[in-house]
């Protein structure tokens, strides 16, 4: 999951916020392409989307207590031995200004309804029920994103890898069992059009492109094709498409082999995700 999860990030981040005629045109699947609006962001590179997640599936495999302590030591020793471009100006100069987890809960201001607590959540869909779930999820959303939007769309991009890993129905059922779930019909309802910054928009979006079933390149093109925040609806779709056994697992090798393999790169990746639930 943490692999191709990355893939579609760094695949999507050549696309955030794209000129749509830019994401006609190379939304291929050939390879990866550098963001026009953001150069910086180097082809093949994951983002704060895949970064976070990374931190949460490493505190999740260590066993320590899961604790709005623990979760916020996890992001900073995340991005602090990996600085990396992707993330929110002003969180990232949040995070580079702040050494400990303490620290960061001292200063954070965790009222936003973004999609920053949607994008990382998803290891959590692997534990065995959705009362754990939820709980995890919750714990971790609240560290920054302690809104009621922010807080449902990380719960509604969490299940939805729950349900794929454990088979609890056709892919395309994922909106309606999370929408009973939360007890909310927004996650039933089908996206269409570009994505904003909020995590409702970017989960109800990846979970259309999910539903939509297929092959992972199927599901990974559906969520570039509706222009905006892509890498995140990326992100959060191919963490559930990966477990899902009605879709097919048909990454292009071009973009697994072209992902970054450094320190914290693909076969790191591959490495937590085995010790992962």
């Not at 936003?112 to 709980?135: C, E, F, I, N």
Request: aromatic letters at 8%.
């Amino acid at each position: 999951m943490l692999v191709e999860l990355a893939v579609a990030d760094a695949y999507g981040a050549g696309f955030e916020y794209a000129d749509p005629a830019y994401v006609t045109r190379h939304n291929t699947l050939a390879g990866y392409v550098r963001n026009p609006v953001h150069p910086r962001l180097g082809p093949g590179r994951y983002t704060d989307d895949a970064q976070m997640t990374l931190a949460l599936a490493e505190l999740l495999v260590s066993g320590r207590p899961w604790t709005r302590e623990a979760v916020a030591e996890a992001f900073v020793t995340a991005f602090h031995r990996d600085p990396r471009q992707g993330y929110a100006r002003g969180f990232q100069a949040f995070l580079e200004g702040v050494r400990s987890g303490e620290e960061f809960l001292a200063r954070i201001r965790p009222d936003s309804d973004k999609s920053g607590a949607a994008m990382r959540a998803a290891p959590l869909g692997l534990l065995p029920t959705p009362a754990d779930v939820l709980h995890h999820t919750d714990v971790q959303a609240r560290v920054t994103h302690d809104t009621p939007d922010g807080v449902a769309a990380a719960r509604a991009a969490a299940l939805a890898v729950h349900y794929c890993r454990f088979g609890l129905g056709p892919v395309a059922g994922v909106g309606a069992w999370i929408a009973d779930r939360l007890g909310s019909p927004v996650w039933a309802r089908p996206w269409s059009g570009p994505v904003g910054a909020k995590g409702v928009m970017s989960v109800r979006a990846a979970l259309t492109a999910l539903a939509a079933g297929g092959s992972q390149s199927a599901v990974l093109r559906a969520c570039v094709a509706f222009t905006g925040d892509v890498d995140t609806v990326a992100t959060v779709a191919l963490a559930a498409a990966s477990w899902s056994a009605e879709i097919d697992a048909d990454l292009p090798p071009v973009l697994v082999e072209g992902l970054e393999n450094g320190p914290y790169g693909r076969d790191h990746l591959a490495a937590v995700d085995a010790q992962l639930p």
